[in-house]
């Protein structure tokens, strides 16, 4: 469900940041359900908010003292599993953030 077009238009495929930001600058919700990791229901993943606060707090350290950037031509492509991997993986350039 997370990549259907019946439920994120014809651009599903692609990375829209403005898909989960309102109008007014605040979090769209989205509910779990339609993401294949975090089915709702009784068998809902037990692990699902501690994996979400720790993702949250790796992003936030890299992107604060990195800049990352995505490998020029390298193809973005998800892979319909279980697990939701990457099809080639996703290759980026990393690069330390000055202290200024």
């Known amino acids: 469900m997370g990549r259907m077009e019946e439920i994120w238009g014809d651009d599903c495929l692609e990375f829209k940041l403005e898909r989960w930001i309102s109008e007014k600058g605040g979090t769209v919700h989205v509910p779990s359900y339609n993401f294949i990791a975090f089915h709702a229901g009784p068998r809902n993943c037990l ?3 501690k994996a979400l606060i720790q993702m949250k707090m790796v992003a936030r350290t890299v992107i604060g003292n990195y800049h990352v950037k995505l490998a020029k031509g390298h193809p973005v492509s998800p892979c ?3 697990i939701l991997n990457m099809k080639y993986g996703l290759k980026v350039q990393i690069s330390k953030r000055s202290l200024l």
């Open 47 to 49: 692990g699902k908010d």
């Open 80 to 82: 319909n599993s279980i």
